[in-house]
């Protein structure tokens, strides 16, 4: 190869070197904490060495420079290689690895983003190279710049799907600034991968899926030095075939067993010695190559729309619609702002800022897991505003992901449409039912569940300020204006939008439910039955104090009304905030089973979430509340 540099031999034995001192301070770290997995940080202590210290380029002092190449772990639980990979660079302390897993330290089992040269959070097997896709992606098309991604893959999580997911997608793109190395070191968690040491097998399905992969021995600084400086023109796998427990002789070496096994501290003593005594003495100090400064700068900072929605009071739109008009809206104002679709943004209508902002627009397609790992790397170092829409129903198969966005402290908005038995004819398979629940569940989550294009346009202008995980919930069919053009909306804060002074029951309801639940609160009127009607805007965090206020301002009957399974939606929000308060009736209606096809009104009837079963409902609770006196 013409522009292959082969190093000296001085440069090679420094880079050993180095190699033997991670698996020196792993083994250290492990056997201090009596917990890690020392075995597997030692099958990549050379692919490491020549990573981050002949190969990326990078300002050690300043890991998150958004110039610096950069490193995922996807096999996390090598965490103790990446730890004493920083110590070599100084920005940590060598005494600062035998805190390792302890309660005050930093140094958890599994990457985090404590630590600054973590960008997301790693450990759930299989996600760390949809992540470097997006980081790759916002290289490449966003960003324009130089810096490339390395993700570094155990054999183990080549069984995930969501691997070939990544690798599907990095090939569609031409993400030749991305590089995948795997570590196949043959052994498992409690089995042999099953593709054991035939890595031809490894490169030819590397190659089907359109990448370029290169076998080497993985603990040969030369081949990787070698394979690490090719040039590049789509996606790179360094195949690397390595032993695990390479350097720690005996029964650990290669063996099974000896996964997520520290050494004992004798034999921890042993090895170390016999490791310190391959190190030779080398003249030659390694510095990572400082990096390109082509990055523009970015900021994220008072990102808001430019004028207030134009909508008008009983024009009818989708909320999905007005997501997609109020998306497109927002990318006029910043160009960070970006928006993922898989394959459905003519539903979830992304296609509206597609169409306006085709440069800004990444099509991930029906890879619904990828397609969250690719926004989680699209955002990370702050380089972009991240808006991702697919069905609600779909984001069920990446809740994996999506719990380590949260764990990644990730800022990425999510998007989901035809939620619950408003999705109609197309039956339960494409209703969401149980996504409130599921974001519910995640410590890092807004979840906004807009009911007019109004709400829905304010729900996409704050999901891109907060931090965290947002989920903005939108429905299929169309619904009334019920909000001002110039109307305040705030996180955590309820809008009561039906009230008098002889209200008599406070409705909690959204989305589709609350223009039913104004259906009702108009019918019961003619009856003399006054409701108080309440849109919680956002269902996590819920607006506590003003449901309760209202609550007690109607004898403390409340009613919430919800197009989602009973299980972990708006009513048992409302629940959990009433646990502990005493004078309050409360009633629930949601959807109680598993629903079938049919047109929106009739289902609504037959599950019970309609304006007839909330008027029904009203009146049962005033009864029983007479009869009770």
């Known amino acids: 190869m013409e522009d292959y540099h082969k190093p000296d031999q001085q440069t090679v034995q420094a880079l050993r070197n180095i190699a033997n001192r991670l698996r020196i301070n792993s083994i250290k770290a492990t056997t201090a904490a009596g917990s890690g997995h020392p075995t597997s940080c030692c099958s990549v202590a050379e692919i490491m060495s020549v990573l981050f210290f002949h190969n990326m380029k990078y300002r050690p002092?300043?890991?998150?420079?958004?110039?610096?190449?950069?490193?995922?772990?996807?096999?996390?639980?090598?965490?103790?290689?990446?730890?004493?990979?920083?110590?070599?660079?100084?920005?940590?302390?060598?005494?600062?690895?035998?805190?390792?897993?302890?309660?005050?330290?930093?140094?958890?089992?599994?990457?985090?983003?404590?630590?600054?040269?973590?960008?997301?959070?790693?450990g759930s097997l299989?996600?760390?190279?949809?992540?470097?896709?997006?980081m790759a992606y916002t290289g490449k098309y966003f960003d324009k710049s130089s810096y490339r991604v390395y993700c570094l893959l155990g054999d183990g999580e080549m069984s995930e799907g969501a691997v070939w997911e990544a690798m599907s997608f990095a090939s569609y793109y031409q993400l030749d600034n991305l590089v995948a190395i795997m570590d196949i070191n043959r052994l498992g968690q409690s089995d042999p991968a099953p593709l054991q040491h035939h890595v031809e097998k490894y490169q030819k399905r590397c190659e089907a899926f359109g990448w370029h992969a290169i076998i080497v021995d993985g603990h040969s600084v030369e081949e990787l030095c070698k394979a690490l400086s090719q040039p590049r023109h789509q996606p790179t796998a360094i195949i690397a075939k390595t032993i695990k427990g390479k350097g720690i002789p005996g029964n650990s070496h290669n063996k099974l067993g000896w996964h997520a096994k520290p050494l004992p501290k004798d034999m921890a003593e042993m090895v170390i010695k016999d490791l310190q005594s391959r190190i030779m003495n080398s003249s030659k100090h390694l510095y990572p190559p400082a990096p390109i400064e082509?990055?523009?700068?970015?900021?994220?900072?008072?990102?808001?729309?430019?004028?207030?929605?134009?909508?008008?009071?009983?024009?009818?739109?989708?909320?999905?619609?007005?997501?997609?008009?109020?998306?497109?809206?927002?990318?006029?104002?910043?160009?960070?702002?970006?928006?993922?679709?898989?394959?459905?943004?003519?539903?979830?209508?992304?296609?509206?800022?597609?169409?306006?902002?085709?440069?800004?627009?990444?099509?991930?397609?029906?890879?619904?897991?990828?397609?969250?790992?690719?926004?989680?790397?699209?955002?990370?170092?702050?380089?972009?505003?991240?808006?991702?829409?697919?069905?609600?129903?779909?984001?069920?198969?990446?809740y994996d992901q999506l719990r380590m966005a949260a764990i990644s402290e990730s800022n990425i908005n999510l998007c989901g449409s035809h939620c619950g038995l408003s999705t109609g004819e197309e039956g339960p398979s494409l209703m969401g039912l149980e996504d409130v629940a599921m974001f519910r569940a995640l410590p890092t989550a807004t979840i906004f569940y807009p009911s007019d294009g109004v709400s829905t346009e304010k729900a996409v202008e704050l999901a891109a300020t907060i931090k965290g995980v947002c989920y903005i919930r939108t429905s299929r069919q169309d619904s009334a204006i019920i909000y001002n053009s110039n109307e305040d909306f705030h996180v955590g804060q309820a809008k009561v939008v039906y009230q008098s002074k002889e209200d008599q029951v406070t409705v909690v309801a959204a989305g589709v439910t609350l223009h039913e639940a104004l259906?009702?609160?108009?019918?019961?009127?003619?009856?003399?039955?006054?409701?108080?009607?309440?849109?919680?805007?956002?269902?996590?965090?819920?607006?506590?104090?003003?449901?309760?206020?209202?609550?007690?301002?109607?004898?403390?009957?409340?009613?919430?009304?919800?197009?989602?399974?009973?299980?972990?939606?708006?009513?048992?929000?409302?629940?959990?905030?009433?646990?502990?308060e005493s004078g309050f009736s409360l009633h629930r209606l949601a959807v109680s089973h598993v629903p079938r096809s049919g047109k929106p009104h009739e289902l609504l009837k037959i599950y019970g979430i309609d304006r007839d079963a909330i008027a029904q409902a009203v009146r049962k609770m005033l009864s029983s509340s007479t009869n009770a006196k």
Not at 76 to 83: C, D, E, F, S, V
Not at 536 to 563: C, N, Q, S, Y
Request: proline content about 5%.
């Open 61 to 122: 002092e300043d890991p998150r420079n958004f110039n610096n190449d950069r490193f995922i772990l996807s096999k996390g639980h090598a965490a103790p290689a990446l730890y004493s990979m920083w110590v070599e660079t100084g920005f940590l302390k060598e005494s600062e690895l035998l805190s390792l897993c302890q309660v005050d330290s930093t140094l958890e089992g599994h990457p985090t983003p404590k630590q600054q040269f973590v960008d997301v959070a790693t």
């Open 294 to 398: 082509d990055s523009p700068p970015v900021s994220l900072r008072n990102i808001r729309m430019p004028s207030a929605p134009s909508y008008k009071a009983g024009e009818k739109i989708a909320t999905r619609k007005a997501y997609g008009m109020a998306l497109a809206k927002l990318g006029r104002y910043n160009e960070r702002v970006v928006a993922l679709d898989g394959d459905t943004n003519n539903l979830t209508y992304s296609e509206i800022f597609k169409n306006e902002h085709p440069n800004r627009f990444v099509e991930c397609y029906i890879a619904q897991q990828n397609m969250v790992s690719v926004a989680m790397g699209c955002a990370a170092r702050e380089r972009n505003v991240v808006f991702a829409s697919t069905l609600a129903s779909f984001f069920t198969r990446a």
């Open 126 to 134: 299989g996600q760390g190279l949809g992540v470097a896709c997006g």
């Open 519 to 580: 259906a009702a609160a108009e019918h019961l009127k003619k009856e003399r039955i006054s409701v108080r009607v309440i849109d919680p805007f956002t269902i996590k965090p819920l607006d506590v104090k003003t449901i309760m206020d209202h609550t007690r301002a109607t004898r403390g009957r409340i009613l919430t009304v919800e197009d989602h399974y009973y299980e972990g939606g708006l009513g048992e929000a409302v629940c959990s905030a009433m646990v502990n």
